[in-house]
């Protein structure tokens, strides 16, 4: 297990609702800044894991919408506080009690079919320690109790991991489908692919396209392949998915 590796994607800066927490910042801009419609905007995060995991939940078709750090769990109380008002109150009404007080969550994620999620996210190797997952372990329920049941995704350790590779090049490829995905580009990869699949090598060098195209074909629901097991290669091999974008659902792939 090694430290999170370089980080990656475009700086921004979110005007709209930033969460409970605010991140930190680096000459007035975040250190860890991306882009996701379903997250209103540019959004700033506080590590390179929770980009990846940001680029997992735009990509995912069963996500409807998600937020970074939306709230705060009083261990005291055992509420949810979900403005810095509220925040700074209950601060102030537990100063002298030991122990951990608080604890923030990640992300909310908002599902299509109208479920909510809390989720914890960590890099391989840097999980936190005993008394970390103890107070996790203390917000559980009552996120639980709140509809917020809490998961925890992991941004592997090992650069070549196939979801870790793959979630970059999906991610960007969501924003240039209406740009690159042509009738006639699909019409050329249905005929191909008509009879069974066939390597992503083999698609190029028959019709004549860039590599660069398969992660539109995928994200569009054009193409599908084993995306969480496979990096998008030359030998991944892609079938025709008629729609279907099951291969985007990769948030089981880094669950813990």
């Known amino acids: ?13 979110q005007d709209a609702n930033t969460g409970i927490r605010r991140t930190a910042s680096t000459y007035g801009k975040a250190k860890f800044g991306t882009y996701s419609e379903k997250a209103s905007g540019h959004l700033n995060v506080e590590s390179d894991a929770e980009r990846f995991v940001s680029h997992l939940l735009e990509i995912d078709p069963r996500v409807r919408a998600f937020q ?42 908002d599902w299509q079919d109208g479920l909510h999620h809390a989720v914890e996210v960590k890099a391989e190797g840097f999980e936190g320690d005993e008394v970390y997952w103890e107070k996790v ?4 329920p009552i996120l639980a109790a709140n509809g917020y049941p809490l998961r925890t995704l992991v941004l592997p350790a090992s650069t070549s991991h ?31 692919c008509g009879d069974g699949p066939v390597s992503v090598r083999a698609l190029c060098e028959d019709l004549h396209i860039l590599p660069g195209l398969i992660p539109v ?7 599908g392949g084993d995306l969480a097991h496979h990096s ?7 079938s025709l998915a008629y729609g279907d974008l099951a291969h985007l659902c990769l948030l089981e792939g880094v669950e813990q």
């Open 162 to 192: 196939p979801i870790r590779m793959n979630s970059r090049a999906l991610k960007q490829a969501s924003h240039q489908v209406g740009t690159y995905l042509t009738g006639e580009l699909v019409d050329r990869v249905t005929r191909r």
């Open 217 to 223: 074909l995928l994200v569009s629901g054009v193409l």
């Open 68 to 109: 970074p750090q939306p709230f705060c769990v009083d261990l005291i109380d055992q509420r949810l506080l979900f403005t810095r008002q509220a925040m700074g109150e209950a601060w102030h009404r537990h100063r002298n009690v030991g122990g951990p007080k608080f604890y923030t969550v990640d992300f909310r994620v």
């Open 1 to 13: 297990m090694s430290k999170a590796p370089p980080s990656y994607g475009r700086r921004g800066r």
């Open 137 to 140: 372990a203390d917000a559980r």
């Open 232 to 238: 998008i290669c030359g030998t991944l091999e892609l």
